[in-house]
């Protein structure tokens, strides 16, 4: 135990040992001292007592003897009297007063002045009673005394007798000098006493410390102490020795158990490690089948957007452009899906993470919001754009995945938004950073959810009421997060959420500069009258009579290969000027393949593209690591064909306006300009219908949209109004307006 800090002596820290000594010295030492000063006070209360009967005794024998003086006025006599008291060199001095108090004779020691203010004051005061009295100083000791004359008892005078106390003090040090010796004498035994005593005590304690201390360093619980007292302490070291007993049985419990539980966590360990692997391997039969699907539904679909865009290209009629706008929104809405699907097993894989480039994010701006106008267009919300500068505003990042952050946020707004309006804010908080909100006037968000709805699958009860995958914020945060930045949510129960962030872009290198977008409303050729060659090797005939047909338009001479060992043997015959190759082929795959061009061929000299479906399982760095120059993603959009041949060929594209043709926007603006304007009916529909409704709008399914539509004819069901509704209906299906189906769905429906 180590004392205080600031605390010299703490009782509390000493030993037993010392504790005992200490208590017996200070008993010892308080009764020693009581009682000498007992005995001190009672002999200096006697020694005083006997001064003071000494000194009346002496005064009544020089009074008497002095009384004829005093009676005949004879003062010589009366001084030849006190001077007989020289024989006492204690008394200072001596006083013969008549009775009127006339001083007859004196005496004075030192022969100092009669006219002694001191004595003269200290003899007034004493006469002032007319009696015998006592007046006693710290170093003197008056006493005046009457003379009576025997014969009558009449007052002759007084005699007045100073003393000095020396004898009285000389007394008092001898008995303190006395005590003292008495007292050490006396401590000095009662310490060898103490010493001795307190062994009886503290050596059995002592010998029971030093045996715990054993036990604990030792882990010896099969130590046993020997006890030679039958008083307390002999309980005290039988119960220690009980207590080791049943810490020995205890401990003896406790191995046998540990060695049980051993034998169970490596039987646990195993059955983790099994199931762990089970696990493991079934996450990766998960991503195969996720990969496999991925590249299974892509490839089909691939053609499907692909001949919808060529289509959209050609002459159609009215109607035919109608059927085909629903084909290629229904396929890309399909294709978003799949992509949620993807994207959240490569963040459960841990394999998400950024690309980053340059970009115009004034651009990227734009484009988001020329894709979302038109939708609050068709639900009749206004949209309103806050954006701090108008100026190109050139950044490094992840336009991809940001691009994807905004639209599931703004898609969500106008989803649960059906009246107000939706708001788009971008503000620059610092060199760098940015934040982004998207803010709209729904129905609000309960508190319990504000957490719920950014976990993969989870809804708030108007996302149930809505449908969807439930995955678009969960992706969202963790593409935020990647960015540094944190994706938050201030709602209000009642109406309206803000969804916000803040990330931060680093500034574009100078030598960027922002390239002209291309678009898919005008037609491209090539500009030289060279004609260029392409190879396009696929194994589905589809792809590759799909690329070759786009090719073809452009002005290039296309030759395709269905594998990579003849991929090979084409360039061998003729070296192209671009490749477009898939990665998963049978015979020789596409890694197989690039390997074997660039042993032969350098970049410079032969450009190839990897056009793949299997984007979970691989990365754009990855092939491009591998050789190639640029990696598009099934299916793809034919802008981005026409960038990879600008980019790695050059400038070798022209536009040329398609004649008779008007982009999709204003196509499909046209054509729903030509709706009916909503008819005003409302009908008593069961809570399932709706939700069959609702979804089969939300989801594009315009076969299960007939059906639903021909059971509103009925009427023995609906009556009058369901047949008015059906017939709305299906000009909004034959518009293409899937947005503007679930807005009157709503509208039709009672509260």
């Given at each position: 135990m180590?004392?205080?800090?600031?605390?010299?002596?703490?009782?509390?820290?000493?030993?037993?040992?010392?504790?005992?000594?200490?208590?017996?010295?200070?008993i010892?030492?308080?009764?020693?001292l009581s009682?000498m000063?007992?005995?001190m006070s009672?002999?200096?209360?006697?020694?005083?007592?006997?001064m003071?009967?000494?000194?009346s005794?002496?005064?009544?024998?020089?009074?008497?003897?002095s009384?004829?003086?005093?009676l005949?006025?004879?003062?010589?006599t009366a001084?030849e009297?006190?001077?007989?008291?020289?024989?006492?060199?204690?008394?200072i001095?001596?006083?013969?007063?008549?009775?009127?108090?006339?001083?007859?004779?004196?005496?004075?020691?030192?022969?100092?002045?009669?006219?002694?203010?001191?004595?003269?004051?200290?003899?007034l005061t004493?006469?002032?009673d007319?009696?015998q009295?006592?007046?006693?100083?710290t170093?003197q000791?008056?006493?005046?005394?009457?003379?009576i004359?025997d014969s009558?008892?009449?007052?002759l005078?007084?005699i007045?007798i100073?003393?000095?106390?020396?004898?009285?003090?000389?007394?008092v040090?001898?008995?303190?000098?006395?005590?003292?010796?008495?007292?050490?004498f006396?401590?000095?035994?009662?310490l060898?006493?103490?010493?001795?005593?307190?062994k009886?005590?503290?050596?059995?304690?002592?010998?029971?410390?030093?045996?715990?201390h054993?036990?604990?360093?030792?882990?010896d619980?099969?130590?046993r102490l020997?006890?030679?007292?039958?008083?307390?302490?002999g309980?005290?070291?039988?119960?220690?020795?009980?207590?080791?007993e049943?810490?020995?049985y205890q401990?003896q419990?406790?191995?046998?158990?540990?060695?049980?539980?051993?034998?169970?966590?490596?039987e646990?360990?195993?059955?983790?490690?099994?199931?762990?692997?089970?696990?493991?391997?079934?996450?990766r039969?998960?991503?195969?089948?996720?990969?496999?699907m991925?590249h299974?539904?892509?490839?089909?679909m691939?053609?499907?957007?692909?001949?919808?865009?060529?289509?959209?290209?050609?002459?159609?009629?009215?109607?035919?452009?109608?059927q085909?706008?629903?084909?290629?929104?229904?396929?890309?809405?399909?294709l978003?899906?799949?992509?949620?699907i993807l994207?959240?097993?490569?963040i459960?894989?841990?394999?998400?993470d950024?690309?980053k480039?340059d970009?115009d994010?004034?651009?990227?701006?734009?484009?988001?919001?020329?894709?979302?106008?038109?939708?609050?267009?068709?639900?009749?919300?206004?949209?309103?754009m806050?954006?701090?500068t108008?100026?190109?505003?050139?950044?490094?990042?992840?336009?991809?995945?940001l691009?994807?952050?905004l639209?599931?946020?703004?898609?969500?707004?106008i989803?649960?938004t059906?009246?107000?309006?939706?708001?788009?804010?971008i503000?620059?908080?610092?060199d760098?950073?940015?934040?982004f909100?998207?803010?709209?006037?729904g129905?609000?968000?309960?508190?319990?959810?504000?957490?719920?709805?950014f976990?993969?699958?989870?809804?708030?009860?108007?996302g149930?009421l809505?449908g969807?995958?439930?995955?678009?914020?969960?992706?969202?945060r963790?593409y935020?997060?990647?960015?540094?930045?944190q994706?938050?949510?201030?709602?209000?129960?009642?109406?309206?959420?803000?969804f916000?962030?803040?990330?931060?872009?680093p500034s574009a290198?100078?030598?960027?500069?922002?390239?002209?977008?291309?678009s898919?409303?005008?037609?491209?050729?090539?500009k030289?009258?060279?004609?260029?060659t392409?190879?396009?090797?696929?194994?589905?005939?589809?792809?590759?009579?799909?690329?070759?047909?786009l090719?073809?338009g452009?002005?290039f001479?296309?030759?395709?290969?269905s594998?990579?060992?003849?991929?090979?043997q084409?360039?061998?015959q003729?070296?192209?000027?671009i490749?477009?190759m898939?990665i998963?082929m049978p015979v020789?795959d596409?890694v197989?393949?690039?390997k074997?061009?660039?042993r032969?061929f350098?970049?410079?000299?032969l450009?190839c593209v990897?056009?793949?479906a299997?984007?979970?399982?691989?990365k754009?760095?990855?092939?491009?690591?591998m050789?190639?120059d640029?990696?598009?993603?099934?299916?793809?959009?034919?802008?981005?064909?026409f960038?990879?041949?600008?980019?790695?060929?050059?400038?070798?594209?022209?536009?040329?306006?398609?004649?008779?043709?008007?982009?999709?926007?204003?196509?499909?603006t046209?054509?729903?300009?030509?709706v009916?304007s909503?008819?005003?009916?409302?009908?008593?529909?069961?809570?399932?219908?709706?939700?069959?409704?609702l979804?089969?709008?939300?989801y594009?399914?315009?076969?299960?949209?007939?059906?639903?539509?021909?059971?509103l004819?009925?009427?023995?069901?609906?009556?009058?109004?369901g047949?008015?509704?059906?017939?709305?209906?299906?000009?909004l299906i034959?518009?293409?307006?899937?947005?503007g189906?679930?807005?009157?769905?709503?509208?039709?429906v009672?509260?």
């Open positions: 180590t004392k205080q800090p600031g605390k010299w002596f703490s009782f509390a820290s000493l030993s037993i040992q010392k504790k005992l000594v200490l208590i017996i010295l200070s010892s030492s308080f009764m020693l009682s000063a007992v005995f009672s002999e200096l209360d006697s020694l005083r007592s006997k003071k009967e000494d000194l005794t002496l005064a009544d024998l020089v009074g008497k003897s009384s004829g003086a005093i005949f006025y004879d003062a010589r001084r009297n006190l001077t007989a008291l020289q024989a006492k060199p204690h008394i001095s001596a006083h013969l007063l008549e009775a009127n108090g006339n001083i007859l004779a004196m005496y004075y020691r030192d022969q100092q002045d009669n006219e002694n203010d001191f004595q003269k004051q200290a003899m004493l006469l002032g007319r009696s009295a006592y007046l006693e100083k170093s000791l008056h006493i005046i005394q009457r003379i004359l009558d008892d009449s007052l005078g007084y007045h100073e003393t000095d106390r020396d004898v009285y003090w000389q007394r040090k001898e008995y303190l000098y006395t005590i003292i010796l008495m007292i050490l006396s401590l000095l035994i009662t060898l006493i103490a010493y001795r005593a307190q009886i005590f503290t050596d059995p304690i002592l010998q029971l410390l030093n045996s715990m054993h036990v604990s360093r030792e882990q619980y099969s130590y020997k006890s030679y007292y039958d008083d307390e302490v309980e005290l070291i039988d119960g220690f020795n009980e207590m080791l049943k810490l020995e401990d419990l406790t191995r046998n158990y540990q060695k049980e539980l051993e034998k169970r966590v490596e646990r360990t195993r059955q983790l490690q099994i199931a762990r692997d089970r696990a493991l391997a079934a996450n039969t998960k991503s195969i089948f996720l990969a496999n991925s299974e539904i892509r490839t089909p691939n053609a499907i957007l692909g001949y919808s865009q060529l289509l959209q290209q050609s002459s159609l009629d009215k109607d035919q452009s109608r085909i706008s629903i084909i290629n929104k229904s396929g890309n809405h399909l978003s899906l799949i992509d949620d994207e959240l097993s490569k459960e894989a841990g394999s998400l950024m690309v480039t970009f994010l004034q651009e990227l701006l734009h484009s988001v919001e020329n894709m979302f106008k038109i939708r609050c267009r068709q639900k009749q919300l206004d949209w309103r806050e954006c701090f108008d100026k190109p505003v050139l950044v490094n990042g992840d336009p991809g995945k691009r994807q952050v639209i599931n946020l703004i898609s969500n707004a989803k649960f059906d009246q107000g309006e939706i708001h788009f804010g503000e620059q908080t610092a760098n950073r940015y934040r909100s998207v803010e709209d006037t129905p609000g968000i309960d508190e319990y959810a504000k957490e719920q709805i976990e993969a699958f989870q809804q708030g009860k108007q149930e809505k969807g995958t439930g995955l678009g914020l969960s992706i969202s963790q935020i997060d990647l960015f540094g930045g994706l938050n949510v201030e709602m209000d129960r009642e109406q309206g959420a803000c916000y962030f803040e990330i931060e872009l290198s100078d030598q960027f500069i922002a390239a002209e977008p291309i898919l409303n005008n037609q491209y050729s090539l030289t009258t060279k004609k260029l392409a190879l396009v090797v696929d194994d589905v005939k589809d792809n590759t009579e799909l690329l070759g047909k090719l073809e452009i002005g001479n296309v030759v395709s290969a594998h990579g060992k003849e991929a090979l084409k360039i061998a003729q070296l192209p000027d490749v477009f898939d998963r020789m596409g197989q393949t690039i074997h061009i660039r032969q350098s970049s410079a000299q450009k990897a056009v793949s299997s984007t979970l399982q691989h754009s760095e990855h092939y491009m690591a050789g190639y640029l990696f598009i993603s099934k299916p793809f959009h034919f802008e981005s064909i960038f990879a041949i600008k980019e790695l060929i050059g400038d070798v594209l022209e536009e040329k306006n398609m004649s008779g043709k008007v982009d999709n926007e204003q196509n499909n046209m054509v729903k300009v030509q009916e909503d008819p005003t009916v409302k009908l008593d529909l069961k809570d399932s219908f709706v939700d069959d409704l979804q089969a709008a939300e594009g399914q315009l076969t299960r949209l007939g059906e639903l539509i021909k059971h004819r009925q009427q023995n069901i609906f009556g009058e109004a047949t008015i509704a059906a017939s709305h209906l299906e000009q034959n518009a293409a307006d899937l947005d189906i679930l807005v009157y769905v709503k509208s039709i009672n509260d």
